[in-house]
């Protein structure tokens, strides 16, 4: 770009000419390359910057030229050689094209490397500079476990950059907040934590670098302008495909300006970041393998907060989830909106492969998408990476299930029988109005069909109360399908209109706050009635536990998730290695243990310690 001032002419007046009255033009544009320049410098602008400098020098008058001319020689020719030495020597240490241009090119998703490159600093940027731009950032989060990946991912952007981690409020200098937008509760969470904050930092001391505050994830997207201009809270917003703008971003926010990014991406999937796991002792891990949704279901905000269906190519997915094995994670997520879409269009030869079939009677609002590794293949690949690594997925759509995925959870012993069916009404004229692309029976016939390819299945699901329209009978349904399916794991809410949504624009939200509020406490309770009864088949079996750690209840106690993803707590007491050879141990966080069930309520199992084994060993004697 040019420089202000550099091509302008200044004529002083009354007619004067000379290289003092031009001195502004030239010195504004040689400003942009040195610092100081001196007189035997500028002359040789006209040879080092070509076209540019040629321009420069003819734009000066004659006088001025003269002038000039007349300075340099009385130097000498070797200092005036020397000065060009000099001056071409600043620009080559000085930031290239490609310095200001390395960011700007987008991520290359073919062959991803998530390997740490270190990367050196820009040549105008001293150690002592980047040392004290080393300020700590306090990450918080809340949702869904997409935004438990997002705060990995947005770390691992941060510290790259050279910001440092703080677990405690008081130290931080940047607080970032990772968010949701599904329900109005989860956002006004949001905005009381944002006035505490706000309240934090007008307390901050005058000694102190200023705090700055910005929100991430889904209410950055939808709330952006009034996050920034009405309440004037935060310092920055970054929307769910701007985390590699973070670091411009707080840049901005140093100079005390606001600044934000919430453009959605149609190919950001982050596959080149490789995620710093939050809690680096922790047993399991989230993966994230696509991002977005196509479904377009009338009460859900996600499709307008986290953009179109896009799938990471499979090959930097497996990289990642070998990295986790190396460190000893047990257990992994796969997670997406649409998880079991998942649809890898970057390799060439792939993309003519047939579309898999819908579940049966259920349909969708976009054509079939042809072309692509599909979820089957990579649920098959990545239960290969390590046998002794559970796999799970969340959250996936009934429709896509075709036989291929079933029958490879039956078949693999460390993919978990455990499948996640949101079902959100029993009734098919609510389902109608949700858009959800299937009916009460066409949902059954599901659970029937899971349950036949998978026996011993644990299902979970979500489920809305006092959707627009919802009348008694329409809950009643509800609540017969609750009880003929008997849930293991349920996730019951209100329903919270969202703006943008097709309900928004198309429906009434109806149904009085009172009767949501009675309807929901009505679903609950029959939840955990069957949940009970379905949990309560567990008691006097042996079940196999990933140890997590020590209870939150007792420290006497340890706890984990059994297969079905059902919470399991038991006495810290010493067992068999599982050896052979009776030797005694204490359970681990990252073991997998056997535990008799001795008593079950609607969330958790309790047992009793038996032994250490293995998924292998564990497998073979089902």
Same mark, same amino acid.
């Given at each position: ?29 040689? %400003? ?57 020597? &600043? ?35 001293? !150690? ?5 731009? &080393? ?77 700055? #505050? ?33 670091? &411009? ?8 300006? +606001? ?41 859900? #905000? ?7 269906? @896009? !799938? ?6 497996? &990289? ?44 969708? #609002? ?61 009734? !098919? ?24 390819? #998978? ?20 809950? $009643? +349904? ?7 399916? @008997? ?30 509020? @009675? ?23 042996? $079940? ?37 050879? %009776?030797?005694?141990?204490?359970? $681990? ?13 609607? +969330? ?11 998924? @292998? ?6």
């Amino acid at each position: 770009p040019q420089c202000p001032g550099a091509m302008q002419r200044v004529r002083p007046k009354g007619g004067e000419a000379g290289l003092a009255s031009e001195r502004p033009a030239l010195w504004g544009f040689a %400003g942009c390359l040195v610092s100081r320049p001196s007189a035997a410098m500028l002359l040789p602008f006209k040879y080092v910057l070509g076209a540019a400098g040629m321009f420069l020098w003819r734009r000066l008058s004659w006088a001025a030229r003269s002038e000039l001319r007349a300075r340099v020689p009385t130097r000498g020719r070797g200092e005036q050689n020397r000065g060009l030495e000099d001056f071409s020597a &600043r620009l080559a240490a000085g930031p290239t094209l490609q310095h200001f241009l390395r960011n700007t090119s987008p991520p290359q998703e073919t062959h991803p490397q998530l390997a740490e490159e270190p990367e050196e600093p820009e040549p105008y940027l001293t !150690s002592s500079i980047l040392e004290e731009a &080393r300020r700590k950032v306090y990450l918080e989060t809340y949702g869904c476990q997409m935004n438990v990946n997002d705060t990995e991912i947005a770390w691992a952007i941060l510290q790259k950059s050279g910001y440092l981690r703080t677990q405690q409020l008081e130290e931080a200098d940047v607080i970032l907040l990772v968010t949701c937008s599904v329900r109005e509760k989860a956002e006004q969470a949001i905005w009381n934590r944002l006035r505490h904050l706000t309240a934090l930092k007008s307390k901050r001391l005058r000694s102190q670098a200023p705090l700055r #505050i910005g929100i991430l994830g889904c209410m950055a997207k939808r709330l952006r302008e009034e996050i920034l201009h009405k309440e004037k809270l935060v310092d920055i917003v970054a929307g769910p495909d701007a985390y590699r703008d973070l670091p &411009r971003l707080l840049a901005v926010a140093e100079t005390g300006q +606001q600044a934000a990014n919430v453009l959605l991406s149609l190919d950001e999937t982050y596959a080149d970041v490789l995620p710093v796991q939050t809690s680096p002792d922790a047993t399991s891990a989230f993966v994230s393998i696509m991002r977005g949704c196509d479904n377009m279901c009338s009460y859900c #905000i996600v499709p307008f907060t986290r953009g179109r269906e @896009r !799938s990471r190519p499979m090959a930097s997915i497996l &990289r990642e989830v070998k990295v986790l094995s190396d460190q000893g994670v047990k257990e992994v997520t796969l997670l997406g909106q649409n998880v079991n879409s998942f649809r890898d269009t970057s390799e060439v030869q792939f993309r003519s492969a047939a579309a898999p079939g819908l579940s049966r009677g259920f349909s969708t #609002i976009y054509k079939a998408k042809e072309g692509g590794l599909r979820f089957a293949h990579l649920l098959d690949q990545a239960s290969r990476v390590d046998p002794e690594m559970r796999i799970r997925f969340t959250s996936p759509h009934p429709k896509d299930f075709p036989d291929e995925v079933l029958q490879l959870i039956q078949e693999r012993h460390n993919i978990c029988k455990q499948l996640h069916l949101p079902a959100q009404s029993g009734s !098919s004229r609510i389902l109608e109005a949700m858009r959800r692309g299937y009916t009460r029976e066409a949902y059954l016939e599901l659970i029937q069909h899971v349950r036949d390819s #998978i026996p011993g299945v644990s299902l979970s699901s979500d489920f809305i109360a006092g959707f627009c329209g919802e009348t008694e009978d329409d809950h $009643q +349904q509800t609540m017969s399908l609750l009880r003929q399916v @008997r849930y293991n794991v349920g996730f019951l809410f209100a329903y919270s209109m969202r703006q943008k949504t097709r309900a928004y624009h198309r429906l009434q939200d109806d149904v009085p706050a009172e009767v949501k509020r @009675r309807r929901l406490e009505e679903l609950i309770s029959v939840f955990r009635e069957e949940a009970t009864r379905a949990n309560g088949a567990m008691v006097g079996r042996s $079940q196999l536990v990933l140890v997590e750690g020590p209870s939150k209840r007792s420290a006497a106690e340890l706890c984990g998730r059994n297969d079905g993803n059902i919470r399991v707590v038991f006495p810290d007491t010493e067992m068999e290695d599982g050896s052979g050879s %009776g030797a005694v141990v204490r359970a $681990q966080p990252g073991d997998y243990v056997l535990v008799k069930v001795t008593s079950a309520s609607s +969330q958790t199992l309790k047992g009793v310690l038996l032994r250490r084994t293995t998924l @292998r060993e564990s497998a073979a004697h089902r």
